[in-house]
């Protein structure tokens, strides 16, 4: 019977869509066992059980195309078992009857309410149970017909009712001979007491019995058999034989063979495993004649390092011959890797010796070491037993040969590994759970300056001075508990010396999964840590220029900062003037007067100054107190020049290093002009907004008086358009200020967070119903009240210019490079792009023309530059570029 469990896949087939959704949801409401799938006519449903497994079959009688009949018929044609129900409005007896006789399963007639739906659950449910139970029945008798075993049933008197013809085959019968025969019939007369007295009361008491009997043939041979007696229910036994004769035997040689398994692992070279498997098959499988050939990468062919005598008798030589791969039988199962079996060899092509009386032969390869071969005198004296056994000894002969050549090149990879890691810079050690050292580089020994011999009696701790130690154990400890480990620590030499070290270490764990020891490297780390001391010597340098207030100071604030960063034996700063390069600072002497030291510094210079790219040079006379001389140019102003008195002074880490320190002092240099020319704008501006505030509004002021005046004498459309000239000239005087404080202000920087920055901008600008979107959340370096005025006047232009609801983004470009303004309004016209910084330039009818004069104004101030161009979105983008951002 059906598991309740059991899924039923149910296939719906109506024209009806609505109705067959309906049924569908009712019968799987009724039965959460069911599945139900729907198609519209027969033609969908024959496609659908092509794709799909159906346990039944609902359909409809009056259908487009097929009716339901057809497709029942179409269903039969495919599967004649699968439950089919005639579900259809459309009843008559002449239609059940049809439906009878094309081989329907169930009829239903479609009625109204939703108990008809509970019905046709049921009646499906009941099919597919009757069919299922008839498949399982058929099932069970074809796997009793066609059963290897021998199958029989005796009824409650002991007589056979009905026997396989595997049954009748073992005990030399045809199955109708035995039918109605007494059990005692294929027992010898001892075994028939035995079984009355034992056998048949333990079946009696228990329901089933398992053992091993004698059988009887009809030729009066006998076998031994695996039996088996089961009772049934209405009292009638199952009988089940096997001839296990042969089991029993292969049984007992499998046992010897596998006990030689461990024979085979202790070999260890090629010739011990080939003894073993000679010994193997002559000894237990009684092949008397047999032998290993294993392939000689040096001759190309396959040698032989074992046989039996027997085997070189029949080879008819005083030894047993080599086996070309190319000219042999064995030779082709070696490179196929396929077994042979030949009932009489002396017919096949290709053997390797015609004189030979080897009839029978299995030829089994090694893998791909060898070949096992093994003959008789005999036609057809191996069976299947036979081979199978001989591949037992096959399959433990290559096992071990796989071990021997996995061992062969585990030594040779680990005197690989270990040659290749005592040629490495980096420390290797591998440190077993307890800490103690147990394997270990060359450069671990010289590193720690103790011999072998001590290393393998210290802890690892015991390698770093006291204040490390804790760190030590604590970093191990993290290794087993985690699996991996990284430190940074000072190995102690065994002179006292402390050197800094990056360790890292893995775990190795063993068979079961358990903690073995730990594997790792140190690299060491000095150069790295001297570098970073210099990046924030560097970094101190470009803070302390930003007090240096002439060119002066900065030239000798770089020498020094080169004193600290660089090995030389003279530096100096030279600047260009109009007769060529002058010193401007400078440090240390080479030679008795320096003379030479000043020589080539101003030589190399001269060079780095002219070219534009740093100068490395080392001097031609051996005389010179200067062997090599460092040049790095200063952005067209002149170069930073370094002298030793070494050939090797300086190499690409000096250079490097030269180039970043000039970095900051041409930055720096770069500011005290832009604050020289400030200065000097302002002087100018001064002038100008003093004209803004009281040469022009005094007039201005009195227009407006006379203006009011006038107005209380007469009304006049004039007087509109009067005061319209006046709140314009306010404006634009407003505007011309702003641009004169813009440039007249010294920008004071200091770290400003953009995004706070836009938020308090937007507050101040009439944004009517435009939209700002802030995607920068780091700060700059800005004078945040004029960074105020660059933003506020490109949110003005964005919304006066972008149109209706326009949205305007904050954003940070790429690399560093800045941040930008942009807006998804109407854009630039290609020639606006060119003119847009113009003072006066304005596409509005009530602009200015000044507000983005003023954001190049304040760009400028701050040393940055301003890029009008085309936004993603094809509205206007401003960038703003040269900013530097804070570090975070």
Not at 222 to 248: P, Q, Y
Not at 512 to 536: C, N
Request: net charge negative.
């Amino acid at each position: 019977m059906r598991d309740s469990e059991d899924p039923v896949r149910v296939l719906h087939v109506d024209d009806d869509a609505d109705f067959a959704a309906l049924v569908a949801r009712f019968l799987e409401r009724e039965d959460e066992c069911l599945s139900v799938v729907t198609e519209p006519d027969a033609a969908a449903g024959l496609d659908r059980l092509g794709d799909t497994d159906v346990d039944c079959i609902v359909s409809d009688y009056d259908m487009p195309g097929r009716n339901g009949i057809e497709f029942l018929e179409a269903v039969r044609e495919r599967d004649p078992d699968v439950p089919f129900v005639l579900f259809t409005g459309k009843g008559s007896e002449e239609i059940a009857s049809e439906a009878i006789s094309a081989g329907v399963t169930d009829y239903l007639q479609k009625e109204t309410g939703t108990d008809q739906y509970a019905i046709l659950a049921n009646r499906i449910r009941n099919a597919v149970d009757r069919t299922r139970a008839e498949r399982e029945r058929r099932r069970h008798l074809d796997a009793i017909e066609t059963a290897r075993e021998g199958i029989s049933i005796l009824d409650d008197d002991g007589r056979f009712t009905y026997v396989n013809q595997a049954y009748a085959d073992l005990y030399g019968y045809e199955p109708d001979e035995l039918i109605g025969e007494h059990w005692d019939l294929l027992y010898v007369e001892d075994d028939v007491d035995a079984a009355r007295d034992d056998i048949l009361p333990a079946v009696e008491a228990d329901g089933y019995w398992h053992g091993t009997t004698t059988g009887l043939r009809a030729d009066g041979t006998t076998f031994v058999e695996d039996h088996a007696l089961a009772a049934t229910a209405n009292g009638k036994l199952v009988c089940t034989v096997r001839d296990v004769t042969e089991n029993a035997q292969r049984k007992r040689a499998i046992e010897k063979l596998h006990s030689t398994a461990q024979i085979f692992m202790t070999a260890e070279t090629e010739a011990d495993v080939g003894e073993v498997a000679v010994e193997a098959v002559r000894d237990i499988l009684d092949m008397r004649a047999n032998a290993v050939h294993i392939y000689d990468e040096e001759t190309g062919r396959l040698m032989p390092v074992a046989w039996s005598e027997t085997a070189n008798e029949l080879t008819g030589g005083e030894s047993m011959p080599a086996l070309d791969p190319d000219d042999s039988i064995a030779g082709e199962v070696f490179e196929s890797g396929e077994p042979r079996v030949y009932d009489d060899v002396s017919t096949a092509p290709g053997r390797a010796a015609d004189s030979t009386r080897v009839r029978s032969e299995i030829i089994l390869p090694l893998g791909d070491r060898g070949v096992l071969i093994i003959g008789t005198c005999e036609v057809g004296a191996f069976d299947e037993t036979d081979v199978s056994l001989a591949r037992i000894v096959a399959v433990h002969a290559t096992t071990a040969l796989d071990s021997i050549e996995r061992a062969r090149e585990l030594r040779e990879e680990r005197a690989f590994i270990d040659q290749a890691l005592d040629t490495i810079d980096d420390l290797y050690y591998v440190v077993g759970t307890d800490g103690g050292m147990e394997r270990w580089n060359d450069t671990f020994r010289c590193i720690s300056e103790y011999d072998d011999e001590t290393i393998a009696t210290m802890n690892v701790a015991e390698f770093f001075p006291p204040d490390e130690r804790d760190r030590i154990r604590e970093a191990f400890e993290e290794a087993v508990a985690t699996g991996e480990t990284t430190v940074e620590a000072e190995i102690r030499t065994g002179d006292g010396d402390r050197v800094p070290y990056e360790f890292t270490g893995s775990l190795l764990t063993d068979a079961d999964g358990e903690p073995a020891r730990v594997v790792g490297t140190g690299r060491d780390v000095s150069a790295r840590k001297e570098r970073e001391r210099r990046l924030k010597e560097n970094r101190a340098f470009a803070t302390d220029l930003l007090t240096c207030e002439t060119p002066e100071a900065v030239c000798d604030r770089t020498v020094r900062a080169a004193e600290s960063l660089l090995e030389f034996d003279a530096a100096a700063v030279y600047l260009a003037e109009d007769n060529g390069l002058s010193q401007v600072a400078g440090s240390g002497t080479v030679g008795s007067d320096g003379v030479d030291a000043a020589h080539a510094g101003v030589e190399a210079a001269r060079e780095a100054h002219g070219t534009g790219e740093s100068v490395r040079a080392v001097a031609d006379d051996s005389e010179s107190a200067v062997g090599s001389a460092l040049a790095v140019p200063v952005d067209g102003r002149g170069a930073l020049a370094l002298v030793s008195e070494r050939p090797d002074g300086f190499g690409a880490t000096d250079l490097e290093l030269a180039e970043l320190l000039v970095s900051q002092t041409e930055k720096a240099l770069g500011r005290l002009d832009r604050e020289r020319e400030l200065r000097r704008k302002n002087d100018r501006l001064d002038e100008f907004a003093s004209i803004l505030s009281h040469d022009l509004r005094n007039p201005l002021n009195v227009a407006q008086g006379r203006l009011a005046m006038a107005r209380e004498e007469c009304d006049s459309d004039h007087l509109d358009e009067v005061e319209g000239a006046h709140e314009r000239i306010e404006e634009l005087i407003g505007d011309l200020l702003a641009i004169a404080q813009a440039g007249e202000s010294a920008v004071e920087m200091d770290a400003v967070a953009l995004d706070a920055a836009v938020e308090e901008c937007w507050g101040n600008v009439a944004t009517r119903d435009a939209t700002v979107v802030v995607e920068a959340e780091r700060s700059i370096r800005a004078d945040e009240s004029h960074l105020g005025q660059l933003l506020e006047n490109l949110f003005r232009n964005a919304v006066e210019h972008g149109g209706q609801g326009v949205t305007i983004t904050v954003g940070e470009l790429p690399g560093d490079a800045g941040f930008y303004v942009e807006d998804d309004g109407r854009g630039l016209p290609g020639e606006e792009s060119s003119q847009i910084f113009e003072t006066g330039y304005s596409t509005a009818d009530e602009g200015t023309g000044f507000g983005m004069s003023i954001v190049e104004q304040v760009a400028s101030a701050h040393g940055w530059r301003v890029n009008a161009t085309e936004g993603d979105d094809g509205g206007a983008r401003f960038e703003i570029l040269g900013v530097e951002f804070v570090a975070e």
